[in-house]
């Protein structure tokens, strides 16, 4: 599966952006799409995630709220919207496909392919 990150972005505090994740080469059938973000000299951090076949999703306490995952079928793509954004959510955006457990939704660890990278800045 090959993953594209796509939609970031300068946006000022307060603002919205919606990221998009399409794969190729095969469908998100059977597959549990992640996102994830990573700042300068922090630890890649689990964002939102979505179960492809029911469309159960998971937040991060951090971005519960302001944040909502989605998926398009039609269109093998996946989103993240983005709310009321802040200075902290400033980040490399990275969607990536597990098929592991709910459970471990969070763990980087988990996931198997990864798309390159959106870059998300937020001014103050």
């Known amino acids: 599966v090959q993953l594209q990150a796509f939609g970031g972005g300068l946006v000022q505090a307060g603002g919205s952006l919606r990221l998009s994740c399409q794969a190729s080469g095969r469908t998100f059938n059977n597959f549990r799409v992640g996102w994830f973000r990573q700042s300068p000299g922090k630890e890649r951090e689990f964002v939102s995630a979505?179960?492809?076949?029911?469309?159960?999703?998971r937040y991060a306490d951090s971005v519960k709220g302001r944040f909502t995952v989605s998926k398009d079928s039609a269109l093998n793509t996946v989103y993240l919207q983005m709310r009321a954004l802040k200075p902290e959510d400033t980040a490399v955006y990275y969607c990536?496909?597990?098929?592991?457990?709910?459970?471990?939704?969070?763990?980087?660890?988990?996931?198997?392919?990864w798309g390159q990278g959106t870059l998300v800045t937020v001014s103050s």
């Open positions: 990536a496909v597990t098929q592991t457990i709910w459970s471990e939704l969070h763990d980087r660890q988990r996931y198997i392919y």
């Open positions: 979505i179960i492809w076949g029911g469309g159960s999703t």
